[in-house]
Nanobody, 130 residues
Framework: QVQLEESGGGSVQAGGSLRLSCVTS????????MAWFRQAPGKEREGVAA?????????YYDDSVQGRFTISQANAKNTVYLQMDSLKPEDTAMYYC??????????????????????WGQGIQVTVSS
């Protein structure tokens, strides 16, 4: 059974930083694509960032976080980070880690659709105060 566990969330003032971690387990071959999504109350889940864990290690970002957030892979293939800098109140949301055994695919620009991910974490809260 594949499990994803997020950590590193919390509360921070605007302009501050947080680093989220996601560790997968129960995965024989590992994920080829891992990503972070977020969902604020009353809003749809949106893609934040994604990374190809093999091959070209390409990264994908939503325009709203480009230049502020960095997704990266740990030495262990089952771990991905999201470094969040220059946080804004509008970044407040529940953040979810997602994984899929297939390479990341996007239809145009931005982050792969949540429908393309087979496995999800429970989510972790990030709150940014002004």
């Amino acid at each position: 059974q594949v499990q994803l566990e997020e950590s590193g969330g919390g509360s921070v003032q605007a302009g501050g930083s947080l680093r989220l971690s996601c560790v997968t387990s129960g995965y024989t071959d590992g994920s080829d694509c891992m990503a972070w999504f977020r969902q604020a109350p009353g809003k749809e889940r949106e893609g934040v960032a994604a990374i190809n864990m093999v091959g070209n290690r390409r990264t994908y970002y939503d325009d709203s976080v480009q230049g502020r957030f960095t997704i990266s892979q740990a030495n262990a293939k089952n771990t991905v980070y999201l470094q969040m800098d220059s946080l804004k109140p509008e970044d407040t949301a529940m953040y979810y880690c997602a994984a899929d055994p297939r390479p990341c695919t996007v239809t145009s620009v931005g982050v792969p659709s949540p429908a393309t991910f087979a496995y999800w974490g429970q989510g972790i809260q990030v709150t940014v105060s002004s």
